[in-house]
């Protein structure tokens, strides 16, 4: 089953807007990461925070992570058109063995010139 | 730096053929894994190699063979493909930790007949 589940599974809002895209897993993390996905491409790594923090900035993205609510959330500001993509959150797990990755379902964004 | 590359970008087999997916990075990272995608469901962990030497199954690893051959190569091979193995297939590798940020290639489609 997938440890994280983004919301919702689609966002479409005009440019200029904000987009924000939730994710929600189910047990104890070493870090939470969010991950870009061009249509027909690889995944591309936004951002990366850990379980002590609590808020992450880079450019025009904010990450908040509430690991008593387990759950984070991914803010883009000022919405590009070229932001168009999915957007997955992957947690890594405290439980698993070897320590990897377990991607969401993903949440389509577009942003309407 | 060509960072993840894949091959090839799209294969149609008949149900019963082999082939194998090549992967190399050129990023000198220990970690690589194999993921699929299919629609609505994310990405699945086929299989990993923590380091140079070893590898282990992930969370759908039937019907698929690894082979880590150096420490670049990472390569997925389908003995007997079958539909249910009609995928995109993306290969990533990471520094050290599983857990840490991934690096993905561009994907492989394949169509199983």
């Known amino acids: 089953s997938q440890q994280g589940e983004e919301d919702p599974q689609a966002l479409s809002i005009q440019e200029g807007e904000n987009a924000t895209m939730n994710c929600s897993y189910k047990t104890s993390i070493n870090n939470l990461q969010w991950y870009r996905q061009n249509s027909g491409r690889g995944l591309v790594h936004l951002i990366l925070?850990?379980?002590?923090?609590r808020e992450k900035h880079s450019g025009r993205l904010r990450v908040t992570l509430d690991t008593s609510k387990k759950s984070s959330s991914l803010l883009i500001t000022a919405s590009r058109a070229a932001d168009t993509a999915s957007y997955f959150c992957?947690?890594?797990?405290?439980?698993?063995?070897?320590?990897?990755?377990?991607f969401g379902e993903g949440t389509q964004l577009t942003v309407n010139p | 730096n060509a960072g993840v590359t894949q091959t090839p970008k799209f294969q149609v087999l008949k149900t019963g053929q082999s082939m194998t997916l090549q992967c190399a990075q050129d990023?000198?990272?220990?970690?690589m894994y194999w993921y699929r995608q299919d629609p609505g469901m994310g990405l699945r962990l086929i299989y990993y190699s923590a380091s140079e030497g070893t590898t282990d199954k992930g969370e759908v690893p039937n019907g698929y063979n690894v082979s880590r051959l150096n420490k670049r190569e990472f390569s997925l091979r389908l003995e007997s493909a079958a539909p249910s193995q009609t995928s995109v297939y993306f290969c990533a590798s990471s520094e050290e930790v599983p857990g840490e940020t991934q690096y993905f290639g561009p994907g492989t489609r394949l169509l199983v007949l």
């Open positions: 992957a947690t890594d797990a405290l439980a698993t063995s070897g320590s990897r990755l377990t």
């Open positions: 990023m000198n990272h220990n970690s």
């Open positions: 925070i850990r379980s002590n923090e």
